[in-house]
């Protein structure tokens, strides 16, 4: 019998399953993947740290989480910095003096102030949704090339129909400083995220290829508690109806060039190219392998961002108001659920940068473990 039966082998699931194993409990953890890590799951390519389900970037405020997790990997100092791709047009993200001067001409920041000032005017009151939020903090020129086409590629959605909440992840400066974060602490871990979650799971035993769902009644009885961060309503097979999730496809290609964009983001923010983003992996580690050498070859991924359907991989959570108040109810069965705790990016239904997820990992951990 194990103490904890933990359901995916993400950062929430593996988190705890390594302070678990540290208070002394037995843990399984199962993964209906061929591999650890859920979705930050790298995998080596011509030396090249492959994010095969999509770029990850950590950053974060909180000292404690970024202490936290270099116990497990060491960070490189790389710094997002994505470029816009706009027809051709190139800017720099996120919006910042770089930006306004090639949109305007504006030199100072002060001519900037300017003009988004005068731009936001047309929003009156509190913006009440993603158009009016984002015309409110930079004007509908940078919203019409920037921000339209590339959000509603991503979210499948009318900016009109979108919560405000998401766009403002995104800073904009007066400044000339292309980093897209505002975090005191970022990086890549070094050797890759797939290193890091075996690190987190040393020692612990790990069962990959098994659905959960599909064998629940026996692997249910093998533990007194089950930590499960997969869908909550699949959870529940669906009963209330389906949480809506926006699935990506990558389509990656190997190519053999050194240098293929230059930088490892380049946002498409026009609606007419049907990939939201090409990653450029090497970028993520400086274009070097682990000895410092320069890689001759390049790996690039192509997103393309879709409505999620059953057998889809489920991306995103759609914040909205109709599935937040669907969540909520399935929230209610989930707190009734005895001996069962839902965490993560799916089993909370929750926009979670990686960040969040530990430190939401390790409010319940030591809530749980004392
Ligand atoms: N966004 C945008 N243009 C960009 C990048 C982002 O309009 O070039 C908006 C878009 O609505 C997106 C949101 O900002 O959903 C948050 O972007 P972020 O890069 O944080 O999303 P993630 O990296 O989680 O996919």
Not at 36 to 52: L, R
Not at 115 to 123: A, G, L, S, T
Not at 162 to 187: C, E, H, M, W
Request: net charge negative; charged share 25%.
């Amino acid at each position: 019998m194990y103490n904890y039966l933990i359901i995916g082998s993400g950062l929430y699931g593996a988190i705890f399953a390594h302070e678990a194993k540290k208070a002394g409990k037995s843990v399984l953890v199962v993964d209906k993947r061929p591999n650890i890590g859920g979705n930050i799951y790298t995998e080596k390519v011509e030396g090249i740290n492959v994010h095969k389900y999509g770029a990850h970037i950590f950053h974060t405020n909180n000292k404690k989480v970024w202490d936290y997790v270099n116990q497990f990997a060491e960070f490189n100092r790389f710094t997002n910095s994505p470029v816009a791709n706009y027809k051709g047009e190139l800017y720099s993200l996120p919006f910042n003096m770089y930006t306004f001067n090639k949109m305007w001409g504006v030199v100072t920041p002060e001519e900037a102030a300017t003009k988004i000032e005068d731009q936001r005017k047309e929003i009156t009151g509190e913006p009440q949704n993603l158009e009016e939020q984002a015309i409110s903090l930079v004007g509908r020129d940078i919203y019409e090339k920037l921000i339209k086409g590339y959000t509603e590629k991503q979210w499948g959605r009318d900016c009109k129909d979108l919560p405000s909440f998401i766009i403002k992840r995104l800073p904009v400066r007066l400044t000339f400083d292309n980093n897209y974060f505002n975090a005191l602490y970022q990086g890549i871990p070094v050797g890759g995220y797939t290193k890091m979650v075996e690190n987190m799971l040393d020692g612990i035993e790990v069962r990959l290829n098994i659905d959960y769902l599909k064998h629940k009644e026996e692997l249910d009885a093998i533990a007194e508690k089950v930590i499960y961060t997969g869908p909550i309503d699949a959870y529940f097979n669906f009963c209330l109806g389906t949480l809506e999730y926006r699935s990506v496809r990558f389509e990656n290609e190997l190519l053999d060039i050194p240098n293929y964009q230059g930088n490892a983001a380049v946002n498409y923010t026009d609606r007419e190219t049907p990939w939201t983003r090409i990653i450029e992996h090497k970028w993520f580690e400086f274009g070097k392998d682990e000895n410092g050498n320069d890689l001759p070859k390049t790996v690039i991924s192509r997103e393309y961002s879709s409505e999620w359907k059953n057998g889809d991989e489920p991306y995103y959570p759609v914040n909205d108001e109709k599935n937040s108040l669907l969540y909520a109810e399935y929230k209610k069965l989930a707190d009734s659920e005895q001996n069962v705790i839902f965490g993560g990016r799916l089993g909370e239904y929750k926009y979670y940068d990686m960040d969040a997820v530990i430190a939401s990992s390790l409010k319940m951990a030591k809530r749980e473990l004392n």
